[in-house]
């Protein structure tokens, strides 16, 4: 997102899928870009980027997304771009900061390092919370 990489925990991430067929839903929060229909079950798409206010450069186009489990429900994470599978020995993983480029410490688990690279690994289960679990799904009922 923007001119960052983000890394999500392999364990919460059930598949990758390209958006088609994306339901918007009138008088829902912003970052909520909809549903998806994906094999006959009724997911919700969330925008993280406008979920974290991470500034964007142009129009977003919404292409791909990746789906989540969160509290026992799936939930598609849309994202810029998916680049590949990185594994962090525990000795590569920074503490979070207070804040990383206007996203609190609190929703960041660490700063992974890999090459010349830092990745900031997000807490997807903070930022998709009960409250706003409970918010996509008043506004889908």
Do not use: W
């Not at 598609?76 to 993983?93: M, R, T, Y």
């Not at 609190?106 to 990745?119: E, L, P, S």
């Amino acid at each position: 997102m923007g001119d960052e990489e983000y890394a999500i925990p392999i364990s919460l991430v059930d598949e990758i899928i390209k958006i088609h067929n994306l339901i918007r839903i009138p008088k829902a929060k912003t970052y909520f870009a909809g549903i998806m229909d994906i094999r006959g079950k009724v997911v919700k798409m969330v925008d993280l980027a406008i979920k974290l206010t991470v500034p964007r450069e142009g129009e977003m186009t919404y292409d791909r997304a990746i789906v989540v489990k969160v509290s026992g429900q799936s939930v598609g994470i849309i994202v810029d771009k998916v680049a590949n599978v990185v594994l962090f020995p525990p000795e590569s993983i920074n503490p979070p900061p207070p804040s990383v480029k206007g996203i609190s410490g609190r929703y960041i688990t660490g700063i992974g390092k890999k090459d010349d690279r830092f990745i900031i690994i997000i807490d997807v289960e903070k930022i998709l919370g009960t409250e706003e679990l409970t918010e996509l799904g008043n506004n889908v009922g």
